[in-house]
């Protein structure tokens, strides 16, 4: 039986463990808990509770957590055990700039060929922001902010650009939900209306000048937030005053 004080109370034990899928199902509670930050940057990893927590053997506990090194979430170093690893600012910011020029192009798609399926979405996706926001639940609200990027690239129908977002997306997840404040949700729900407008009114000029003003307007306040609370960071120190290219 689990203590009630186990350190690892937040983990959810998988609740249909097969033999084939083990390892991917502690991959998937591991991964979850650390983009979230249940498991904080720079916390250490203890196997032997988390196999005791999850009631599997070390084996997949270990397979798992070399998965999450190759994705940057966790470091491994010989003879001196795991840690969650730092988020690297360097690596968000070129995410995020993927991210403008992916979108842009989305934009134009989607505005160039409209769907009014997606039009139905996003006019959901943006009643369900506002509903999250005035609950001030960051959590469900972070996850609609994720969808309503990923509605907008279901125009393109291309699976490899997906494919490339969601490979990169950790990283970037656990970054944003540092910043999650109230005013961040507001501006976050203004700033997706701005988008959508220019959707609305067909005008890729407006849509696409709206989504890079949102992406920069992110990064302004996570290497802000970075510059004055390193300790989550890998390079928080080194930020200069302008590392992100604006506009």
Not at 45 to 70: M, N, T, W, Y
Not at 98 to 122: F, M, P, W, Y
Not at 184 to 206: D, S
């Amino acid at each position: 039986m689990i203590s009630a004080e186990s350190p690892y109370h937040f983990l959810a034990r998988p609740t249909a463990l097969t033999r084939g899928s083990v390892t991917l199902d502690v991959t998937n509670v591991l991964r979850q808990a650390i983009v979230t930050l249940a498991l904080a940057p720079g916390q250490s990893i203890d196997k032997s509770a988390i196999c005791e927590q999850l009631g599997v053997s070390r084996f997949p506990v270990s397979e798992a957590l070399a998965r999450l090194a190759a994705e940057g979430l966790v470091d491994i170093a010989p003879q001196r055990g795991s840690t969650v690893s730092l988020v690297k600012i360097a690596d968000v910011r070129e995410y995020m700039l993927i991210r403008k020029a992916l979108e842009s192009e989305a934009l134009r798609v989607l505005i160039g060929n409209i769907d009014h399926d997606v039009i139905t979405a996003l006019h959901a996706n943006m009643a369900a922001q506002r509903d999250a926001a005035a609950r001030d639940d960051a959590e469900a609200f972070h996850q609609i902010d994720i969808d309503f990027h990923d509605i907008i690239f279901r125009s393109m129908r291309f699976s490899k650009i997906k494919g490339i977002i969601d490979s990169a997306r950790a990283n970037l997840d656990r970054a944003r939900r540092l910043i999650i404040t109230p005013r961040r949700l507001a501006l976050t729900i203004a700033e997706h209306q701005a988008i959508f407008a220019g959707i609305l009114a067909e005008n890729q000029e407006q849509a696409i000048a709206a989504i890079r003003a949102h992406i920069d307007a992110v990064m302004v306040e996570l290497f802000a937030f970075a510059r004055d609370n390193p300790e989550p960071f890998a390079d928080g120190k080194t930020l200069e005053e302008e590392t992100f290219p604006f506009g």
